[in-house]
Every structure is written in C-alpha cells, then in structure tokens.
C-alpha cells in the first residue's frame, strides 16, 4: 500500500469514526438497540486504527518540536532521536491495522467437534479438544455456549455444537482467533482402553464458521428441510427435561444435519437450530468463492479440503505440530490448557502475510 493511499483510506477511516461517534449520541439510534449495538461493534473496530493515527500525529509533531531545539539542547537533541525511533515503529503498527483483513475477523463463531475413526479414544480426544477451546475462550473473554453434545460412555464427545462469542465489541472476535482450528486433528498415545501399552492413532474432526448479525443471502426453503423433535438427554442418555424440546433439522438438498437440546422450549431451540444452518450454509458458498478465486494458487491457511490433517498432538513427547505453517512446540500439555496463543499468533501471521502477497 502506497503512503498516499495509506493516508486516503485512514481519512475515510476517520470520517466513518467521527460519524459513527455522532450517531450513538442521538437518543434515537440508543434506543434502538439492534443498531446501535452494531454501530457499537464497528466503533470498536475502528478504535485501535484511530488510535495508532492519533499517537502518530502526536509523534510527528513531538519530533518536530525537538528537532527545532536540538541545535540548542542535548536533550531536545536525544528526544529526537526516540521520537524517530517511535515514528517507525507507529507507521509500522498502523500499517499492519490497515493491512487487507478477513472481513468475519469480527464475527462470532459456530464450532462443531465430532469424533473420528478410534472408537473410545477418538471420542476422548474429542472431549480433550473441547476442553482445550472452551479454556482458551475463558482466557480471552468469550462466552461458550454448548447447543448440542452426545458424548460416550466413558465421558468423550462423540459430537459437539458450541457457539463461541466475544462478550464486548472488539476488532478481533472469535472468528480471528478460531477460524484456523477446522480440519482433521490428530492424536497419538496410549488410549485409557488400551492394556498392552501401545501407542495409537486417532482422530477428530473440527468445523468452524462464522455466525454473522446481517440476514444472509443463503435462503432456506421450508420444503428443503425436516424437522424432527426429541427428548432432550444428558450424559448416559440421563433427561434433561421431560418434554420433547431437542431439535434436529435435516437440510434435504447438502444432508446437513443441525441439531439444539440447549433451550427449555421446542420454538427457541428449532430457531437457533435455523441460525446454525444458515451459518453453515452461508459458509459453503464462501468456501467456494474461495475456491474460485485461488485459481490454482498455493494453499491458504485455512484448507479448502476438510478431510487433511492439519495438526497431531503426539502425547509421548508432549509435541503439538501443525502441519500447515511448520509450527512444532513441545508445550503439549500446556496447549490443552487453554494456552493456544504462540500457536494461533503464528497462524494469524501466515495469513496476514499471504493476504498482503496476494495483493
């Protein structure tokens, strides 16, 4: 990005701030609270870009003032010098604020877990994933609401629906931290049913997509769904309650298959069960614009192809090795704590650089 069209787009940048900052102040728009949580949330975008600016501004006349006094004082002379060194390092931060960005980076997120080949093990495993998102999000404030989960017997997951949200109005929201996770995951260790002592394999399989506020453009024909209504059930098929609220919705035309047991009533939880079928649709038909526009380019972070593996979680050696950008860390146990950040900072820096050579 040029340095004058760096300055144009911080200037729109600027004006939509400034105008958004008007409208939050009519007592109108604050009484409506659908908009103004949206205004609210594109505020919170746009904060960290108009800080960068303004701390740059404020730098560039700093180091003017200092510059001017520095023939006279030697003080004024190695403030100049900071403020130089200050200088660059703003440019640099703005510029990576500017920089081209997934445009559901703010988006909350749908994420499923589902048990792979492995039986037992691979619901287990399934279970330790869960776990590991669910202390991740509590380390960064996001809310983790479970809508659906079967688990085995020996208390695995043999599949999970949770949506992830972030609880105040942030540039980054869930979308930009998970939307790496989806794929094949990995295990190998000695499973808890094995008694010969062997290492094996097994697998889990993540999807994640982003839950929008705007109505998309995927619409859903009554006809193209059935709807099916159940008891709701906990662990060992224990009841929940004693209606029949569960939900399970069937998209005829892909054979996706949603389901919800979270709310006490069969309306909320058939409209939130709606709410993820068109999240998931809505995601397909961005994965094949995707897919349209690599046009045979090198592969993104974020495959295209579900079925790859993309991450092994070796249990002898207390190693986590994502495939896709060469990342190995022996902090394995560290990692299903809850502690994801050197792993997902890396992802987010292999995207952000194929987006600006894709420029």
């Known amino acids: 990005m040029t340095e004058k069209s760096q300055v144009s787009l911080v200037d729109d940048y600027v004006s939509e701030y400034q105008g958004i900052q008007a409208q939050m102040s009519d007592p109108e728009v604050v009484g409506d609270q659908d908009l103004f949580r949206k205004l609210s949330k594109r505020y919170a975008q746009l904060q960290p870009i108009i800080n960068a600016n303004n701390d740059l501004n404020q730098a560039r006349e700093d180091h003017e003032a200092a510059a001017e006094m520095a023939s006279e004082d030697k003080e004024f002379a190695e403030e100049a010098t900071r403020l130089e060194g200050e200088i660059v390092r703003l440019e640099e931060e703005l510029a990576d604020l500017l920089a081209p960005r997934d445009e559901h980076d703010a988006d909350d997120v749908i994420m499923e ?3 792979g080949a492995g039986g037992e093990e691979a619901a287990l495993f399934a279970g330790d994933l869960a776990r590991m998102y669910q202390k991740y999000a509590e380390k960064h404030g996001l809310g983790w609401d479970i809508l659906d989960v079967a688990e085995s017997d020996l208390g695995g997951v043999k599949d999970m629906t949770v949506s992830v949200t972030m609880k105040n109005p942030s540039r980054d929201g869930a979308w930009s931290m998970l939307k790496f ?12 049913t094995e008694s010969q002592g062997r290492i094996q394999t097994s697998a889990a399989g993540v999807y994640v997509f982003p839950e929008t506020e705007e109505v998309g453009d995927v619409e ?14 906990g662990k060992g098929g224990q009841g929940v309650n004693t209606t029949d609220s569960a939900v399970r919705i069937t998209h005829l035309p892909t054979g996706i298959i949603v389901t919800c047991q979270k709310e006490r009533s069969q309306i909320q939880n058939r409209a939130r069960a709606m709410q993820v079928l068109q999240a998931r649709l809505e995601q397909i038909e961005r994965e094949k614009a995707e897919a349209e526009a690599a046009e ?3 592969s993104q972070v974020r495959t295209m192809d579900r079925s790859e593996r993309i991450r092994t979680y070796n ?33 987010q820096a292999h995207e952000r650089q194929e987006r600006l050579e894709a420029e």
């Open 113 to 115: 877990i589902k048990a």
């Open 315 to 347: 249990w002898p050696e207390n190693r986590i090795s994502d495939h896709r950008i060469g990342f190995k860390a022996n902090n394995l146990d560290s990692v299903l704590d809850g502690n994801m950040d050197d792993l997902i900072t890396a992802l």
């Open 220 to 233: 859903i024909d009554e006809k193209d769904i059935r709807v099916d209504v159940y008891r709701s059930s």
């Open 181 to 192: 996770e989806g794929g094949v995951h990995r295990v190998q260790r000695i499973p808890v």
């Open 296 to 298: 045979g380019r090198a």
